[in-house]
């Protein structure tokens, strides 16, 4: 199970009611990376079946322009999520994302339904991934476990709401709240090798304040966040997407160490600033994300 | 007869109205006629006052009779009292076949339809109609024909004496003994009586009306008691609320936003951007907001704005305040901060006539560099309508559209790719508004189209990163989501005429025919 999509570039992950036709008809034209289509929190407990009809047939007949779309589904304590998870498959959704997840167990429950869905519906085995949201306290400190329970896990995202809730305090702006959480999430899906997303920035109206929360995570680590509005985007996109001259210096030490290998130097400046083997991979990924961001000309 | 913009004209429409197709922007250029002059009363005895107690004495001291032309202002907007309360009169003294001249007409007169219904008013000619109207007129109910006319288009009619008015009535927010009348002070502030200039220079009688007596000399009068035959005092002229409001909050939504911000750098890669360029802009989302975001590249770059134009809003007024531009020219005023800006020594009042009358030696929207307007829908040729709805329905105005896309060098039409979950962009619009030969740039959520005639700007724009593409490709992306839309059905009555800014035919709005569901 090699699903290409796993390693893809998600800087921004938007949510959206997947109830409402007026946000769902078109949100690609924004250009977040990835979409949200929410049947849990967004939709009232007795708007679920509706909410599922309008995802199914938005999935079915709309056009996404290569955005992809994730399915949130109801949590696994509910009596919706296998119908939730049958209905996005079935439309043809990306992927799954399962709120509240605490434990390994939890993913390969949803695996388990996803790959039951894939044959039901014709689907490619596999071709369906997953991504965890770590809502509670115990799902931080499972966080590894819940990063190598799938293959077709590609990332692990924080719910900052009812995880500070769990924690018995709330969310401040400040981002205190959050510390231990967010370096554990990211520290897992490093080790894990997979994608870690924070979580949403719902004040709309402090914008100086979620750019700086965008530049906290960017610099912890973190592959995105997820977003609640379009008008987030620009914003996150303008930190995520690598600065030209931070691109022309990464060019600069993968062609030098490429050429210094060969002559046997280790050791060497670039710019004024020593160079050794070790920046290589940090370099590559620099023009791998302005590749992936379309910023990027040159010809590595 | 097929007209410049391909539409048929039917020659018994040419003959009843006496009219010509529309054969091109510029075929009345250099064109030379007499001056229609208004009856004129003369007033020398020294003692008297022009107040006359009611609406009713003053019609009959007009001669009002059957057939006569009447004509107004739409300064008041929906907050408008002055039109049903002269109609409701005429109405009362059991006289008909009125023809309504005026500058707009909207929800605020739907009271006017019952007087449709039963003769009193037979023709109406407007720049456009929204409300109940629209729809009584659609609906075959105007015994004549409506006549839908730019702002610029309705002064060059009363110039030339295409139509003679009878009688204007000029709702004024304040006003003396004598006539002098000013759009600024009282209780229905409006900030300007642009649209009633013209009525106050061409109708034989010319009366004010005001819930304002201020003493004589109302100085500087915006229309001079020289052209007024009599003063009305009434309880009310308008409803305040309804007439200016608070500034709109700017749109927090983001499709408007985009499609600001494409404007905004299109408009600034263009060669007119530079100091000294003149703007204007209208009142919906996102001009707003492109104002908004132009202020902040203008600033940035030390770019000075010579004038701005228009009805005009807050966002604009705040470029006077902040020193961005030298002067505003203002036609209408949307809402209270432009009533208040209007008081600043570089905010000037300009006359409908002045600003867009095509018939004479020269409007203010010849000198525009930018105007950024809306649409109802854009077809492939970059033909606009803004007057008829997808129902076919008669549901907007004219307004400045026709005239300031005619005379800017830069004409950018900003409309959303579907409205609701009707293309905006299409194959052939309802209805033709304003030419494609006068639009130059569409913007849309989906991408910006550059009109092939402008092959200066698409040269300008080569290396400029916006989502640029060619109009028919944001129609096929309109078509593949929402579908063609089936060609709106309509019966064979022709209801009303789109006037061309030069009194020219631009097409024909037909009677509605109800949708009736068929059988597969």
């Not at chain 1, 990211?186 to 997303?197: K, L, M, P, S, W």
């Not at chain 2, 408007?256 to 600034?268: E, S, W």
Request: glycine letters at 10%; a negative charge; proline letters at 3%.
């Amino acid at each position: 199970m090699n699903n290409p999509n796993k390693k893809r570039l998600r800087r921004t992950m938007m949510f959206l009611n997947a109830q409402k036709p007026g946000l769902i008809k078109d949100p690609y034209i924004y250009k977040p990376d990835s979409i949200m289509l929410d049947l849990e929190d967004a939709v009232a407990e007795n708007q679920k079946d509706a909410a599922r009809f309008s995802l199914y047939h938005a999935l079915k007949t709309i056009n996404y322009r290569g955005c992809e779309r994730v399915v949130r589904i109801n949590g696994l304590d509910s009596p919706y999520w296998k119908e939730d998870i049958r209905c996005s498959v079935a439309g043809g959704c990306d992927s799954i994302r399962i709120p509240k997840t605490e434990s390994a167990q939890d993913v390969q429950l949803v695996e388990r339904e996803i790959a039951f869905a894939e044959k039901e519906f014709g689907r490619p085995e596999g071709s369906v991934l997953i991504m965890a949201a770590v809502e509670s306290a115990r799902g931080v400190m499972k966080a590894l476990d819940i990063c190598e329970s799938s293959e077709r896990l590609f990332g692990i995202a924080l719910s900052g709401g009812d995880y500070t809730k769990d924690l018995q305090t709330h969310i401040t702006g400040t981002g205190i709240e959050l510390m231990g959480a967010r370096q554990n999430l990211v520290i897992a899906a490093r080790a894990a090798g997979v994608q870690c997303f924070d979580t949403v920035y719902t004040d709309l109206d402090n914008m100086e304040g979620f750019r700086q929360d965008v530049e906290t995570i960017h610099l912890m680590g973190f592959d995105g966040k997820s977003i609640i509005n379009p008008r987030q985007i620009n914003i996150v996109h303008d930190i995520y997407t690598p600065k030209q001259k931070d691109i022309i210096f990464a060019e600069k030490v993968v062609r030098e160490i490429d050429e210094k290998k060969a002559q046997g130097i280790g050791v060497f400046t670039v710019d004024g600033k020593m160079i050794d083997i070790a920046f290589y991979d940090g370099a590559k990924r620099t023009i791998a994300l302005a590749k992936a961001s379309g910023v990027y000309k040159g010809d590595l | 007869m097929i007209n410049a913009v391909g539409r048929d004209i039917p020659e018994e429409i040419l003959k009843a109205t006496g009219k010509e197709v529309f054969q091109g922007n510029h075929h009345f250029d250099g064109h030379v006629f007499q001056r229609h002059g208004a009856n004129t009363r003369c007033v020398i005895n020294s003692n008297g006052s022009k107040v006359v107690d009611s609406i009713h004495d003053v019609l009959v001291k007009c001669g009002i009779k059957d057939g006569m032309t009447v004509s107004f202002h739409h300064h008041f907007r929906e907050g408008d009292y002055v039109v049903n309360m002269v109609m409701r009169e005429i109405h009362e003294m059991g006289i008909k076949d009125i023809t309504i001249c005026a500058s707009s007409l909207g929800k605020a007169q739907d009271e006017l339809v019952e007087y449709i219904e039963d003769g009193t008013i037979t023709n109406i000619q407007s720049s456009g109609v929204r409300g109940k109207i629209g729809e009584a007129i659609s609906n075959g109910k105007l015994q004549g024909l409506a006549i839908m006319r730019s702002h610029g288009g309705r002064v060059r009619a009363l110039v030339t004496g295409e139509t003679k008015i009878d009688i204007a009535f000029i709702g004024t927010p304040t006003c003396d003994e004598y006539g002098n009348c000013r759009g600024i002070g009282g209780k229905s502030d409006c900030g300007v009586l642009s649209y009633a200039m013209a009525d106050a220079d061409y109708a034989d009688h010319v009366v004010a009306i005001t819930d304002c007596m201020v003493p004589f000399p109302n100085f500087p009068a915006h229309i001079s008691m020289t052209n007024v035959d009599y003063v009305v005092e009434v309880d009310a002229i308008g409803d305040p609320n309804k007439i200016a409001t608070g500034a709109a909050k700017p749109t927090t939504d983001m499709r408007k936003l985009m499609m600001a911000d494409y404007c905004t750098q299109f408009v600034v890669n263009t060669p007119y951007f530079k100091d000294g360029f003149s703007y204007q802009t209208g009142v919906g989302g996102a001009s707003i907001a492109s104002t908004i975001s132009l202020a902040k590249v203008m600033k940035e770059r030390g770019i000075r704005m010579r004038f701005g134009v228009g009805g005009l809003t807050k966002p604009m007024c705040q470029l006077l305040i902040d020193g961005q531009v030298d002067a505003l020219l203002d036609t209408q005023d949307f809402d209270l901060a432009a009533v208040e800006s209007v008081k600043d020594l570089h905010h000037y009042r300009i006359s409908a006539g002045e600003y867009a009358n095509p018939f004479n030696k020269g409007a203010v929207v010849n000198k525009l560099d930018f105007v950024i307007l809306a649409a109802l829908e854009v077809d492939v040729h970059f033909n606009c309508n803004v007057v008829v709805d997808s129902n076919g329905m008669i549901t907007g105005a004219q307004g400045g559209h026709p005239d300031t896309a005619a005379g800017a060098k830069c004409a950018i039409v900003i409309a959303p790719l579907l409205q609701g979950r009707t293309p905006a962009i299409c194959t052939d619009v309802t209805t033709v508004t304003t030419p494609g030969e006068s639009v130059d740039v569409v913007i849309t959520d989906y991408g910006i189209a550059i009109n092939p005639r402008r092959k200066d700007l698409i040269e300008a724009m080569k290396d400029v990163d916006l989502p640029f593409t060619t109009i028919e490709h944001l129609r096929d992306i309109a078509y593949e989501i929402a579908g063609e839309p089936q060609k709106v059905e309509f019966g064979d009555r022709v209801v009303g005429i789109i006037e061309g800014r030069d009194g020219t035919i631009m097409d024909v709005v037909r009677q509605i025919k109800p949708f009736e569901f068929t059988e597969e």
